[in-house]
C-alpha cells in the first residue's frame, strides 16, 4: 500500500466514525453539516495537490466529548477521593463525620476547625497542627475526623488512627517497623485520637515518642485528641513522657475543649426513643 492509498484508508475511516444523525445535510459545498448545530461535519483540505473533503466533528459532538473527559476525570478523582478516605480511616464510622452533620454546639471550636481547613496550605507549609485536650465526649474526636474528611475531599491524603492500633501493628512485625512508621509520614495531615488511652508501658512510650518524632521530622501537620488535662501536659512529672509532650507543644496549636458528654447525650436519646417503642415507663434513674 502506497503513501496516498494510506492516507484515503485512513479518510475512509474517519468519515464511518463520523455520525451521519438525522436533520444533518449537505451545504452549497456539498459539504455535511450538523442538523443540530449547523456546524460543518466536513472541512476542505488540499494535501499533495488533491482536494480532499475529511470528516470532521461538529461543534456539539466536540462539546459532548469535552464533557465527557470532563465526566470522567471527575469520576476518577471521586474513586480516588473515596479509596483515600477508605484508607485513612481505621474506624470507618468516623469517615461519616462531617462538618455538615456539626450541631456547632461548640460553635468556637467549629470555626476554628474550619479556618484550620481554609488555611491548610500554610499550615502544611509550617508544619502546625492541633493539640485537642478535654473532658470525655466533648467532641474532639468528631471535629478532627470532620478536619480530615474536609481535606480528604479537597484531595489531601489524611489518616486517622490511634497509637493502640499503631501499637498492635508494629508489635505483630518482625521487621520493617520503622519503614511502617515512616509511612505514616506520606500522609499530608495525621490524626492521632485518644492519646493516654492506651496502655502504660515503656515500650508504648517509646513507640509514641518515635511516631511523634518522627512526625516532627516529617515536619508535616499532626492533629491530636487527648482527654488529658492541660495540667497533666504541661507538667508531666513522667520524664519518659516529657520528650513527647515537650514536641507536641512545638507541633501543634493547643486548644481547650469543654462541654458536656455528647455520647451519653446520644445514649439517652436512644433509650428515650427505645421507651416510647416498647411502651417502656421511663425509669427515675438509668442505670
Known sequence: MNFMEIIDSIETKASKSISRNPGDYLDENELLVCGKCNSRKQCVVEFMG????????????????E?????????EKIREINNMRYLGFHDKSMMNFTFE????????????????VENFPKMIESGKGLLLFGNVGSGKTFIASCIANSLIDQGYPCMVTNFSRIINTLSGMYEGKQEYIDNLNKFDLLVIDDLAAERDTEYTNEIILNVIDSRYRSKKPLIVTTNLTAEEIHNQKDI?????????????IPIGVYGNDRREKGKLSDNEYYFDLLKIKTPSKSP
Open 50 to 65: 488533491k482536494i480532499r473533503k475529511p470528516f470532521c466533528l461538529c461543534n456539539c459532538e466536540t462539546e459532548k466529548l
Open 67 to 75: 464533557r465527557q473527559g470532563k465526566e470522567i476525570i471527575e469520576s
Open 101 to 116: 452533620k456539626d450541631d456547632e454546639s461548640n460553635p468556637n471550636l467549629s470555626l476554628t476547625a474550619k479556618k484550620y
Open 240 to 252: 519518659r513522657k516529657q520528650r513527647t509532650y515537650s514536641r507536641l507543644h512545638e507541633m501543634c
